[in-house]
């Protein structure tokens, strides 16, 4: 943090604590204030948080939104919030003072008018707006779930506030610094920003997700600063006894429990646990240990391990280490592979015994040890059969596989817990080779595969600790953030030139309606034929996308229209050639050009008898040859390299006789371009090369729904090929190009889904045998 924002927190925090004063005691109002003062500071960041992942889901969901409505509303939404995010940080410590100002209104007696209510409470009654039902039960939920959460410290904070301000135990909305009362208050200070509900909702849901987890500690500082300052020292809450049922370890012949109870934990770890989940082990190691030894109880009796002594956990971990030093050393194909579960077993048991004498005990893994290798090996299979062909991905996993193996040895939740910060990284770097490296060794991909080479090299060097994985995590983040930022940025520019382009095509096609009518009625010839048809309909065009068709400039556009073709008097020559030097300047004409056609085409004014004009034959050769409004634009934003297969151009059916009939329309491709039509944008396609097999990937980032015109673009926001949604049906419809369905897991929670259920299968078959060996794809 620095100085300023240091300076900016402590004035936030003393222009928002005024209390009344007199209102409680000398000693208990310094306590509520330091109370309040924590609070500030304690929640300063996790809301700053809160909303800054509020702004970034507000531009991915304008980025996928269906409609042009849903993507301005999103976008309104994201300026308004990041116009008055400080007003809203500042409003949100106010409410919270407002709420510890008013502590003892229950105590109080009640005024006349709210007597009155209570004792008439159905004079009251009104119709409920749905918005406000929705609203209101979505905060009594995100109370109820923090109240679940921070129970035990809830329950001290309360009782230490009555005894502040001499009133009963305080619970639920009525505990100003409860997450009921922090909720209402942050949702009081949100109204400012006038958003739509779900909106509202959406943003409820970050601040469950940032600033709720965030209040056990707070909770935890202002109870022990209290308790150091004689409020209630010996208060302690006491939670209800709770039974948890560990499971024995089952041994091979012993195995009596179904696959599908054993599996049902494992399955669970890769789903997202629930805001409010217990902490407690579900036990995941053991269940799919459980399934190892149901699969290996129908093998034969005879595959047991030669007896002696077992290693420990130092011999394991410095046999891993060993194995990675070696490994470090070897550049070949082969170290950077995906290694099975045998062959880890394999190179770790010559490690241990390396150096032995022949006739001495080889040293063994223990039945944990040696499980825990299988399952770390098959997790790395089934991650790798989930990447796409042609990426970097395999590589980088090879050589992970012995540091992660080092982290699930050494600590077992890495089974356990699905936010373990090995287990992030390792779904970090998979997706980001997965999803940005193309195996290409393109200068655009060498940064990232740079970037990952050394996470990857660092966690080889240092001793695997959860410090060391957070660390490399927060770098690759870091780092993958200024790309998708970059890519966001570029995407954008893309989408608005497609769409000014659109827009400039819409409006010289009205002008060239426009224009037809006036030459069917008064056809021109010559070179003011050249101006009307080349330049003056650019300027009909322009003037329409900037001010509109009523507009008064347009209607003045098409008033020096009708003049030059006779259809209006021209009451002033110089003023209309005046008018029409500027509108070419508009276009892009140089000022002379445009000057010698006005002067040729009207004779307004008084030319200099040194320079000669051109001749209108050769001034309407130019206009000919004049760059047409937009096409500069184009010719400036070469498509990216990309495998598709390009369709035929739209001239060439143009160029044919207007008597042969067009080619009848496959009803299958009109399926495929309705359907492509209702995706949302960011929908993703694979576009292969029928020649060499390559495939990539292109994003949906916009399309008309007037022109069927689309964009694609790459991963990093490159512009792809530019079709219409006809012909990129055409092109699904000849298997050229398939679309890509949106995965809700992620590439590791689809690694333990894979693993579980083969697990499963091969428990419930009966039929063992060892995994399947990991092969490049």
């Known amino acids: 943090m620095d100085v300023g924002e240091d300076r900016r927190r402590m004035s936030a925090s003393r222009s928002t604590a005024q209390f009344n004063q007199g209102r409680w005691p000398a000693r208990a109002q310094q306590l509520i204030e330091t109370g309040y003062t924590l609070c500030v500071e304690g929640l300063y960041e996790p809301v700053r948080h809160c909303i800054a992942e509020f702004e970034k889901q507000l531009f991915a969901l304008a980025d996928h939104a269906h409609r042009s409505d849903e993507q301005h509303e999103c976008f309104a939404s994201r300026q308004r919030v990041l116009q008055g995010q400080n007003a809203l940080v500042q409003s949100f410590m106010e409410e919270m003072g407002k709420a510890i100002n008013e502590l003892d209104r229950g105590a109080r007696r009640p005024t006349e008018a709210e007597a009155e209510v209570a004792t008439n409470p159905w004079q009251t009654l009104e119709l409920l707006d749905p918005s406000v039902q929705e609203m209101s039960m979505a905060l009594d939920q995100l109370g109820a779930r923090g109240d679940a959460r921070h129970g035990r410290a809830l329950y001290e904070l309360g009782y230490r506030l009555a005894v502040l301000i001499g009133a009963p135990p305080l619970e639920g909305a009525a505990l100003p610094l409860g997450p009921h009362a922090l909720a209402k208050a942050f949702h009081q ?9 779900k909106h509202q909702l959406l943003l409820l849901q970050h601040f469950d997700r940032s600033v709720v987890p965030a209040l056990g500690t707070l909770y935890a500082t202002i109870n022990l600063r209290w308790q150091s300052d004689g409020i209630l020292p010996q208060l302690r809450s006491v939670p209800a006894p709770r039974h948890v049922n560990k499971r024995q370890r089952q041994g091979t012949g012993e195995v009596g429990a179904s696959s599908e109870a054993a599996v049902a934990p494992a399955e669970a770890a890769a789903k997202p646990q629930a805001a409010g989940a217990p902490e407690d082990s579900i036990h995941v190691l053991e269940s799919l240990r459980d399934l190892l030894a149901q699969r290996r109880s129908g093998q034969d009796a005879g595959t047991g391990e030669v007896a002696g002594p077992a290693a420990s956990e130092e011999e394991l971990q410095s046999a891993l280490g060993a194995l990675q030093q070696h490994l470090a050393k070897v550049t070949d194909h082969a170290s950077r592979e995906l290694r099975s579960a045998a062959r880890l077993r394999e190179e770790l048991l010559a490690q241990l015994n390396l150096g032995k004498p022949p006739g001495a005990p080889r040293t063994q893994l223990t039945s944990e040890q040696g499980d825990t290798v299988e399952l770390v090996a098959e997790l790395f299979e089934q991650l790798g059969q989930q990447l796409q062909q042609g990426s970097n991905a395999r590589g980088l996993l090879g050589n992970l596989q012995l540091p992660v193996l080092r982290v699930a040895v050494a ?10 910060p090995a287990r992030r990284l390792l779904d970090t770097v998979a997706a980001a080779a997965n999803d940005w490296l193309d195996g290409s060794d393109d200068e655009s991909n060498r940064p990232l595969a740079s970037k990952l080479e050394q996470l990857v090299s660092r966690a080889n060097q240092e001793p695997p600790s959860a410090g060391l994985y957070t660390t490399l995590l927060a770098d690759i983040e870091h780092h993958l953030a200024l790309l998708t930022r970059k890519a966001q940025a570029a995407e954008r520019r893309h989408v608005e030139a497609a769409q000014g382009r659109e827009r400039l095509d819409q409006a010289r096609h009205r002008a060239g309606e426009l224009m037809a009518d006036r030459f069917a009625q008064s056809p021109p010839r010559g070179l003011l034929r050249a101006l009307l048809d080349r330049a003056w309909s650019d300027v009909l065009a322009l003037t329409l996308l900037r001010h509109g068709e009523d507009s008064p400039a347009f209607k003045a556009q098409l008033a020096i229209t009708d003049q030059l073709l006779g259809r209006l008097p021209v009451p002033d020559p110089r003023q209309l050639q005046q008018e029409v030097e500027s509108g070419l300047q508009q276009i892009g004409m140089h000022a002379e050009e445009s000057v010698q056609v006005a002067q040729r085409l009207l004779g307004a004014g008084t030319p200099d008898p040194a320079t000669e004009l051109p001749s209108a034959t050769d001034l309407a050769l130019r206009l000919k040859q004049h760059q047409r409004l937009g096409e500069q634009q184009a010719s400036h934003e070469p498509p990216v390299a990309s495998p598709i297969v390009k369709p035929a151009p739209a001239k060439a059916a143009a ?17 495929i371009e309705q359907h492509l039509r209702k995706l949302p944008f960011g929908s993703w396609f694979e576009f292969v090369d029928p020649a060499s097999g390559q495939i990539a990937r292109r994003k949906l980032a916009w399309y008309s729904p007037m022109s ?14 530019e079709m219409t949604m006809a012909q990129l049906a055409h092109e699904v419809a000849r298997g050229r190009v398939c679309e890509v369905p949106a995965e809700p897991e992620s ?3 689809r690694a333990w889904r894979g693993l579980t259920g083969s697990l499963r299968q091969a428990a419930a078959s009966g039929r063992g045998g060892k995994p399947a060996e990991a092969r490049p794809r």
């Open 655 to 671: 160029a044919e006789p207007t008597a042969v009939k067009p080619p009848a329309v496959d009803p299958r491709e009109l399926r």
């Open 411 to 420: 600590d077992h939740d890495f089974f356990e817990q699905r936010d373990h």
């Open 189 to 197: 200070a949100s109204t400012a920003l006038e958003l739509p509900l």
């Open 747 to 749: 590439l590791l929670d």
């Open 708 to 721: 069927g015109r689309c964009l694609l673009v790459s991963r990093r926001g490159q512009r792809g090929e």
